[in-house]
């Protein structure tokens, strides 16, 4: 069972990524999806989650307006689309699968989580 996400890297303020996250070993269509960052010194923070089927979705405060979290089961892949990347939004992000609620989803996390990728924003 693996999760792998991919799509990180460097990019200017004000500018967008696409984060993916592509599952193998298990299919996603039973899982609610989350992706969550931690960077330097502060605690994970659950940015975006979406349930089984897509229907409904969190976000983070920080983040509404900006993020955009979908799934497409047939590919086994959640994607988080970014826009207006700010500095603060500089972190190591990962997504994590749960059997729970998109709520208790962002706030706790799931069962299984991948090995995250970089994201850095800076002019």
């Known amino acids: 069972l693996q999760l792998v996400e991919s799509g990180g890297g460097f990019v200017q303020p004000g500018g967008s990524l696409r984060l993916s996250c592509a599952a193998s070993g298990f299919t996603l269509d039973d899982y609610a999806m989350g992706w969550f960052r931690q960077a330097p010194g502060k605690e994970r923070e659950g940015v975006s989650c979406i349930s089984t089927r897509g229907f409904n979705t969190h976000y983070a405060d920080s983040v509404k307006g900006r993020f955009t979290i979908s799934r497409d089961n047939a590919k086994n892949t959640v994607y988080l689309q970014m826009n207006s990347l700010k500095p603060e939004d500089t972190a190591v992000y990962y997504c994590?699968?749960?059997?729970?609620?998109?709520?208790?989803?962002?706030?706790?996390?799931?069962?299984?989580w991948g090995q995250g990728t970089q994201v850095t924003v800076s002019s």
């Open positions: 994590s699968a749960g059997g729970t609620t998109v709520q208790a989803m962002c706030r706790y996390g799931g069962d299984y």
